[in-house]
């Protein structure tokens, strides 16, 4: 990809894909940014050199952060339209010259009833806020009038191990049962039902596979 100045990790969480990133990329200065402040909070209790940490605000999207001349952005989730205004803002950040990369959701296939349930449960919450489930299948749309020019897009298949699958839902279930569409459209029983399934299907030496179809996209002003 070329050498960078300054590599910004956009929505990095608790700063494992930043670290991730500085390690592979080797720029001078790494940027992990996000808006929630437990996130930052983990992610700067171990420090590292060459790699800092900073605020996003959660509705303008705007940082307090030096420039980055190469950005990645795991996931967008939102709708077109807000999809390309948050692309806007990182391009004003970014600045001419700069690249970005986008990674996102094109498909997740499974037969497992457990997790049917789960997608489409997330499928109607994200689309009740305006987000989207499979935004990847978009991403070749959304540079237009954001200030961004797609070089690559690319789509590759994945079989992720359904244990660890299974983990990752459970764990995100907790977090947004009580969202007060949740709450309006699926009774706690029923919830607590998902998630018991969900948990019975963390242990390792469970069999199976999600297929996934992730799109990358890499995009230049």
């Not at 402040?37 to 509705?59: I, K």
């Not at 498909?107 to 497992?112: K, N």
């Not at 690559?152 to 299974?166: I, Y």
């Not at 983990?167 to 018991?196: C, I, K, S, Y």
Request: glycine share 6%; with cysteine.
């Amino acid at each position: 990809m070329g050498d960078y100045t300054t590599v910004a990790d956009l929505g990095c969480g608790p700063g494992y894909s930043t670290r991730l990133v500085h390690r592979v990329l080797r720029p001078a200065l790494t940027l992990g940014l996000d808006n929630a402040a437990s996130h930052l909070e983990l992610a700067r209790r171990e420090p590292l050199a060459a790699v800092r940490f900073f605020a996003a605000r959660r509705h303008a999207h705007a940082v307090a952060s030096p420039s980055a001349d190469f950005a990645i952005l795991p996931f967008l989730a939102g709708s077109s339209e807000r999809s390309r205004r948050v692309l806007r803002v990182w391009a004003e950040a970014v600045g001419p010259g700069g690249q970005l990369v986008v990674q996102e959701t094109s498909e997740l296939a499974t037969d497992v009833p457990a997790l049917k349930r789960y997608y489409s449960h997330v499928e109607a919450m994200q689309a009740h806020y305006g987000q989207a489930l499979y935004v990847g299948r978009t991403l070749d749309r959304l540079a237009e009038k954001s200030g961004w020019h797609l070089r690559e897009l690319r789509q590759t298949r994945l079989a992720l191990r359904l244990p660890v699958m299974a983990r990752l839902h459970a764990m995100n279930l907790r977090t947004w049962r009580r969202d007060p569409f949740v709450v309006e459209h699926w009774t706690q029983g029923e919830l607590d039902q998902l998630l018991a399934e969900l948990e019975a299907l963390t242990k390792e030496d469970t069999p199976g596979v999600v297929h996934s179809v992730l799109a990358e996209a890499h995009w230049v002003i």
